[in-house]
């Protein structure tokens, strides 16, 4: 089945603790695209890639890492994570190969920072 | 950098009923107006989109309209039907390949049955 898949789909943590979000797609898309959704803002763009080892900021880059060494994986790193980033956090997914615009996303990440 | 607007934030609409929601953006370079929806504790999944070459698009109950001139493009939901209650955000998309997006707040749409 194509799909974008997210892990974990909820994660409790507290300040500082490094932690990893994973994002993967088995649809072999190129672009692939993180955002965070916060009530009354809509959907906020963090990072996005184009392929391998090409990744540029969105709107809301700062306190985040991204990195693309594999075209299925497109992990979000929180270095030292703070309140500020409690969030549900979207993963997406674009074929652009097949000239199509539509993004796919995946579940969702509930993550909340004490 | 880029700012999109989106009116209401929410609407209330008798089954059968049309529904209109409006997004403004502020910068002309902006190429590709997609619309998602996203029902109750789900993923957003894309509706209808428009790039900027394009006035209008329809798709059955759903259409969509671009203003370049005025910087803003709207969605249409014809004979709504309790299904379509969800909310709906409006993006704007800049790049080559539409690679940055800003989306709207978000229209939460209630069809009364």
């Known amino acids: 089945e194509a799909q974008v898949t997210q892990n974990p789909r909820y994660l409790i943590t507290v300040t500082g603790k490094k932690l990893t979000v994973t994002c993967s797609q088995n649809m072999n898309h190129e672009y692939m695209s993180w955002y965070r959704q916060d009530p009354g803002l809509g959907l906020r763009q963090i990072y996005y890639s184009m392929n391998v080892e090409v990744t540029d900021k969105g709107d809301v880059p700062e306190g985040y890492k991204v990195s693309r060494k594999e075209k299925r994986n497109f992990p979000l790193i929180l270095e030292s994570p703070s309140p500020n980033q409690t969030s549900l956090y979207f993963c997406?997914?674009?074929?652009?190969?097949?000239?199509?615009?539509?993004?796919?996303f995946g579940p969702g990440t509930r993550l909340t920072v004490l | 950098g880029e700012n999109v607007e989106q009116h209401p934030s929410t609407l209330s609409v008798q089954e059968g009923d049309s529904a209109v929601i409006k997004c403004t953006y502020s910068d002309s370079a902006s190429n590709y107006f997609p619309w998602y929806k996203q029902e109750l504790g789900k993923r957003p999944q894309l509706i209808i989109d428009i790039r900027s070459n394009v006035g209008e698009k329809k798709d059955q109950r759903i259409a969509v309209t671009l203003n370049k001139t005025a910087k803003h493009f709207s969605l249409h939901i014809t004979e709504t039907q309790p299904e379509d209650s969800a909310v709906y955000f409006c993006?704007?998309?800049?790049?080559?390949?539409?690679?940055?997006?800003?989306f709207g707040s978000g229209t939460k749409l209630n069809v009364k049955p």
């Open positions: 993006a704007a998309s800049i790049g080559l390949l539409f690679n940055k997006f800003y």
């Open positions: 997406a997914s674009t074929p652009f190969a097949e000239g199509r615009s539509e993004q796919f």
